[in-house]
């Protein structure tokens, strides 16, 4: 696993790749713009070169961009719908003019309708969003939820129903948020519990669809369905957890991005950062 952060872009997109450089990070997460409007982010064509440039120069190897948290590609409402659908086409081309290797979402709410009415609008929003962005190699992945308010992909096998109505189109990958996993119902905090949840989600989605982790303890105790990020090893997850998460032959290869309140409320730092390294085996 090699390490990274969600950091500010504010001041000129290129600044992710410093402060992400400054805490540590060999990967970088940011919003393209403000995570609560609709407004759509045009980079200028000489702020994408700059930040191409800082990347180039940096130890940056994964970029991915995270939509806004208004998005439901399962909403019933139409005005919604067509908005969150072309949010998500927006961020995709965000993404592909900086080089970014992934967009990040979160698929959204049935709000009551059931998964399976939910299934079918985000079916047509994905074969979209992936149509319309159709030789980019800019990859959409679907991050798992808590379980809260019937959100959309809450387990494995919810995430598989959504990869296989998307045609298991190869650009669609997976983003796992620990803190998700754990207080969905996953027992995260023992190296049994995480091979548990690898065995299911290797067989509901595939081990391959696993494209990064979202890094974050839980504020909140077990399957308790409520979201709150908090500092890695200060939650319930704890130090073990992680030990085993960081550790995981199966993300050998995966980007893992904290999305940590930090230890001084300023989001994810270079403690976080270093924490992680210490349970690395081998790491520093
Ligand atoms: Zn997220
Ligand atoms: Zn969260």
């Avoid at 980079?43 to 939509?67: C, G, M």
Wanted: glycine letters at 12%; proline letters at 4%; hydrophobic letters at 45%.
């Amino acid at each position: 696993m090699f390490i990274g952060a969600h950091v500010k872009s504010s001041g000129g997109v290129w600044n992710a790749i410093a402060n992400g450089v400054q805490i540590g990070c060999e990967a970088v997460q940011f919003f393209a713009g403000s995570p609560r409007t609709w407004a759509p982010t045009l980079y200028k064509d000489k702020d994408a070169a700059k930040f191409r440039e800082a990347r180039a120069a940096s130890p940056i190897r994964f970029v991915v961009i995270h939509t806004i948290y208004l998005i439901n590609l399962a909403s019933a409402k139409e005005d919604f719908y067509e908005k969150s659908v072309t949010s998500l086409v927006g961020a995709v081309a965000a993404a592909d003019h900086l080089g970014a290797d992934a967009i990040v979402t979160h698929v959204g709410s049935h709000q009551g309708a059931g998964f399976d009415v939910g299934l079918a609008r985000v079916q047509a929003a994905l074969r979209r969003a992936l149509s319309e962005s159709e030789g980019s190699p800019v990859r959409i992945l679907l991050e798992n939820t808590a379980g809260a308010g019937g959100t959309m992909g809450v387990d494995f096998d919810e995430l598989g129903a959504m990869i296989r109505a998307a045609d298991e189109h190869p650009r669609l990958g997976l983003c796992l948020d620990t803190a998700h996993v754990f207080e969905a119902g996953f027992d995260l905090r023992t190296a049994a519990g995480l091979e548990e949840a690898l065995t299911r989600l290797d067989a509901a989605c595939g081990l391959d669809r696993l494209a990064m982790l979202h890094l974050n303890d839980s504020k909140t105790p077990f399957g308790s369905n409520r979201d709150r990020h908090e500092n890695i090893g200060e939650g319930e997850i704890g130090r073990e957890g992680f030990r085993a998460i960081v550790n995981h032959p199966a993300f050998a290869d995966v980007p893992g991005i904290l999305e940590v309140p930090g230890f001084d409320g300023e989001g994810p730092d270079a403690r976080n950062v270093q924490i992680l390294h210490e349970l690395t085996e081998g790491g520093t």
